[in-house]
Structure formats: C-alpha cells, structure tokens
C-alpha cells in the first residue's frame, strides 16, 4: 500500500498561482496513475485532475482546465499541481490520489493522502 504526502496548501488572492505537491511512499509508483481531486465545504468531492503512469496522458476537470496543469517526477515519487489564476471556487481541500489508469471516476483510485487546504480570498 502506498502512502500520499500533500503539502503546500495555504491563503492565496484571487488571481494568485500556488503549486502542491504529493510525495508518495511505501513502493514505487511510476507505473501508477495519480491524480488530484477537491472538496469544498458542502459539496461533494470532485475531479482536478489526473496524469497517467508515464506522464504522457493528462486529464483535467472543465472549470480548471486552461488554468491547472498536473506533472509528476518519478524519480522523486512527487506529483504537482500547478495552479494559476486562482479564483474563490477554487477553494476547497485537495487531495491526491493513486490507481490503476488516469480517470475522472474517483472508484478507480485505490490510495488517498489526507488532503492539503487551499483557500483563496482577498
């Protein structure tokens, strides 16, 4: 079983940019896919983001595609999330996520970290 790290979670303006991370222990992932999800108090937890095992294949959700980018570095078991032009809709808790192929579908995923806050207000 894998174990996800997020870090880097924190109050940022509306139009700001942040970047989180996800160290992943416990076995070598780079085979695995990962992805991003977020959930904002009251709402159900949805899709960012996902990149396949060779990092070729990226899929993002439709309110951050254009403004989030997912990357990941085998080499350091890492992924990120590069998230620009912030809005207050991005609030919410995010979470990483690892399984067998890059999908939206959140079943797919067999490990989940503890998810990171990023809120975003003036």
């Known amino acids: 079983q894998v174990q996800l790290f997020e870090s880097g979670g924190r109050l940022v303006q509306p139009g700001g940019s942040l970047t989180l991370s996800c160290a992943a222990s416990?076995?070598?992932?780079?085979?695995?896919?990962m992805a991003w999800f977020r959930q904002a108090p009251g709402k159900e937890r949805e899709f960012v983001a996902a990149i396949d095992g060779d990092g070729i294949l990226t899929l993002y959700g439709e309110l951050v595609e254009g403004r989030f980018t997912i990357a990941r570095d085998n080499a350091k078991n890492t992924i990120y999330l590069q998230m620009n032009n912030l809005k207050p809709g991005d609030t919410a808790v995010y979470y990483c996520?690892?399984?067998?192929?890059?999908?939206?579908?959140?079943?797919?995923?067999?490990?989940w970290g503890q998810g990171t806050q990023v809120t975003v207000s003036s």
């Open positions: 416990g076995r070598a992932f780079s085979h695995d896919a």
């Open positions: 996520a690892t399984g067998p192929r890059a999908s939206y579908r959140q079943n797919l995923y067999d490990d």
